[in-house]
């Protein structure tokens, strides 16, 4: 993983592999004699919790430092929302299923912006504005699948649950992390984020949203584009003017994010805020899946 400095200190690589080579004695199997760092029950028991936090921090920012990965574009969306021309594989109504199915146009333009943020990307040799997603399924296929499109890598977030987290296919191997916490995941979301793109959802893309509008508007993040796609959605399903007009929030905090409906609109804020070069896509994508 990190490369390291020559040190004629023993490693404990070769100590875990000299453990395997002792015998097997009452004494050996006992749970005592586990080296701490390799006893999986030890590792894991609520007592370990903050060293848990710090090593899943650590892991995928180490990985990422050694990469030369400055900055990235972030996509939240929903898993439910399918690619067009396949069935909602979520869907609990009838009438879910039918606003599922309309909603899967923002599968296509999270992959199209995904393909202009990894052109850009591919131009500054994966350096900086990465793809990032959550690593499942829906818009977040979308943006790694994107990415794919254009021969650039991605990442992908992923995060161990019940259902739904396995990671999909476009994500990029070397760039697909696991993570057990939502806390940690979080913070890699928007520790390298030069954008923010939100796409149809539901709790965790809300989740993901306010956290980010928390962060800007308390000053514990710098302004950064955030992007929601779907005017006709978020404006049905959230009323922020309600918020300002109560005075619960402020109302230039209404401006710490813009309301498009196609990755175009989206992108060239992006690009604008950031004195881009144009790109331009090789072809449009089908309106149907190939």
Not at 60 to 67: G, H, K, M, S, V
Not at 115 to 123: E, G, N, P, T, V
Not at 172 to 177: A, L, N, Q, V
Request: hydrophobic letters at 40%.
């Amino acid at each position: 993983m990190v490369k390291r400095h020559h040190t004629p200190l023993r490693s404990s690589k070769q100590d875990i592999e000299q453990i395997r080579k002792v015998p097997r004695t009452a004494q050996t199997e006992a749970p005592a004699y586990r080296l701490a760092f390799s006893d999986e029950e030890f590792m894991t028991s609520d007592e370990l919790r903050g060293v848990r936090f710090q090593l899943e921090y650590l892991k995928p920012e180490l990985w990422l430092q050694e990469r030369g990965v400055n900055s990235t574009v972030v996509l939240f969306g929903g898993a439910r929302i399918p690619a067009p021309g396949k069935d909602p594989w979520a869907a609990k109504t009838p009438l879910a299923a039918r606003n599922l199915k309309k909603n899967s146009r923002y599968y296509q333009e999270a992959r199209r912006f995904a393909q202009y943020a990894s052109l850009i990307s591919r131009s500054m040799d994966h350096k900086e504005f990465m793809v990032v997603t959550g690593g499942g399924p829906g818009v977040m296929e979308a943006g790694n699948r994107g990415a794919c499109d254009v021969d650039a890598p991605s990442i992908g977030f992923n995060i161990v649950l019940p259902h739904e987290q396995a990671p999909n296919a476009w994500v990029s191997p070397e760039y697909c992390f696991n993570f057990h916490y939502f806390a940690t995941r979080k913070i890699h979301f928007l520790l390298r984020a030069r954008a923010v793109a939100i796409f149809p959802g539901g709790f965790g893309t809300m989740d993901e949203f306010f956290e980010t509008l928390t962060l800007i508007q308390t000053g514990r993040m710098e302004p950064i584009p955030i992007i929601l796609f779907g005017s006709a959605f978020w404006n049905r399903v959230i009323n922020l003017e309600a918020l300002a007009e109560e005075g619960t929030i402020s109302p230039g905090d209404l401006d710490l994010f813009s309301i498009v409906d196609t990755a175009d609109e989206g992108w060239s804020i992006v690009a604008s805020r950031y004195d881009l070069p144009a790109v331009r896509l090789a072809e449009q994508l089908d309106s149907e899946e190939e």
